[in-house]
Structure formats: structure tokens, C-alpha cells
């Protein structure tokens, strides 16, 4: 999952590392439950996935048409070793995209970015997905999120989150709402392996300037 976040050198920048933490976290029942709740990807369908680090995501996918966007270069490159055959990769800042350059998508997501993302910055990673979103298209993030309902042992994880900008779903769905005529989010305290928090967005019907 700085302008897309600058990750911090060190051991989660090796990609296996990165993977093998995950996974030990609970991680792939998560996306598993992200895509089977609330992605629904159909085969068939083009799907643009907005901090795609390794592509740990692509092997829970159908036959999609697959493009995955990462800032960091060590990501990249991996997820191509892994899931060449299956998608393509690239770097890229998830920002600036432009649908002359990648087309449009019938589902965008981002699974863990927002979260390391200014205010600004969030706005225009949502802005740039409205604008490449095919029509009927709906774009889908998952994020940590703060929650009074949240295990006590959560914010003892959150505090540890590479990501400093975890916030509420009210204040996730602020930031996509100018983009947005319909912006749902779901808060869930039982996805993981350990006690934590996320918050999902469900966001369609662009509005574009």
C-alpha cells in the first residue's frame, strides 16, 4: 500500500521484509475481506492500485487488467518479479496521474497510503483518482484509523505506524468528499490478526471540475 509517502530507509523497505511482517500481522485476510466487502472486482475489469509496494494485493485478485502505482523503486521492481505476468508496474507519484497517460479504470484502490499523506496531498490523490475513474467506476482505500471504540491495544499500534496522519473516518472522508457525490466509510476493529483499527472508503460518482 507520499507525495506518495517517502518511506523511511530501513528493514520495511526490503520488500520480503516488508511482506513477511505483513503476513505475520494478518494482512492477507485483510485485503482478502477489503476486496471480498467492499473492491467486488469483477474479471475482467481495469483496476488501478494506488501504493501497490510489493503487489502482495494481485494474487487475491480475479482476471483483471491490472496496473499498479509505487513512489519507491526497490517496490517496483519486486512486485514485477513477483506479478509481472499478472499486471504491470510502475513508479509513479499517486498524485499527478493523468487519464491520457493510464486511461481509465473501472476500480481504483489504495490499501494503506492515505494515511501517510498531508491533508493536501490526500486531496489530490483523491482528486487524481476521481479523474481516471471509468464511468460507474468507484474508488476504495483502506487506511488505520482513530476510533473511541478502538481495542485499548490499537493505539499502542497506531503510535508505532510508520503513517503520522491517522485520523478518524469523519476526517478520512472529509478529504474525499470535494472529489466525490457519494463517500461512504465503514470503521472496522476485528480485520486483523491484532487488535487494530481501520477505516474503509467507498467512494463513486466523481465530480469533476
Given amino acids: ?18 511482506s513477511l511482517i505483513q503476513n505475520l500481522l494478518g494482512a ?18 481495469r483496476v488501478l492500485d494506488l501504493g501497490c509496494g510489493p503487489g502482495d494485493i494481485v494474487g487475491l485478485l480475479p482476471a483483471v487488467h491490472y496496473v499498479g502505482l509505487d513512489l519507491s523503486p526497490r517496490y517496483v521492481r519486486a512486485a514485477r518479479r513477483r506479478y509481472g505476468s499478472h499486471g504491470r508496474f510502475q513508479q509513479a507519484d499517486v498524485r499527478t496521474l493523468a487519464g491520457e497517460e493510464l486511461g481509465r479504470f473501472d476500480v481504483i484502490l489504495s490499501v494503506g497510503v492515505m494515511h501517510h499523506l ?15 475513474l471509468a464511468p460507474g467506476g468507484r474508488f476504495v482505500t483502506l487506511d488505520p484509523g482513530r476510533s473511541p471504540e478502538a481495542p485499548r491495544a490499537a493505539g ?14 469523519d476526517g478520512y472522508r472529509r478529504l474525499a468528499a470535494p472529489h466525490f ?13 491484532v487488535p487494530y483499527t481501520h477505516v474503509v472508503l467507498i467512494c463513486s460518482e466523481p465530480t469533476l471540475p
Avoid: C
Avoid at 498531508?118 to 481516471?132: I, K, V
Fill in 28 to 45: 492477507k485476510a485483510v485485503r482478502r475481506r477489503f476486496l471480498d466487502d467492499y473492491v467486488r472486482p469483477v474479471p475482467g475489469e
Fill in 1 to 18: 500500500m507520499s507525495p506518495q509517502p517517502v518511506r523511511t530507509r530501513g528493514w520495511l523497505d526490503i520488500a520480503p521484509v516488508y
Fill in 156 to 169: 499502542w499500534l497506531l503510535a508505532r505506524d510508520r503513517g503520522h496522519m491517522i485520523r478518524t473516518a
Fill in 118 to 132: 498531508g491533508d493536501d496531498e490526500a486531496s489530490q490523490m483523491a482528486a487524481a483518482a476521481a479523474g481516471l
Fill in 181 to 193: 457525490g457519494s463517500v461512504n466509510s465503514q470503521v472496522h476493529h476485528d480485520l486483523a490478526r
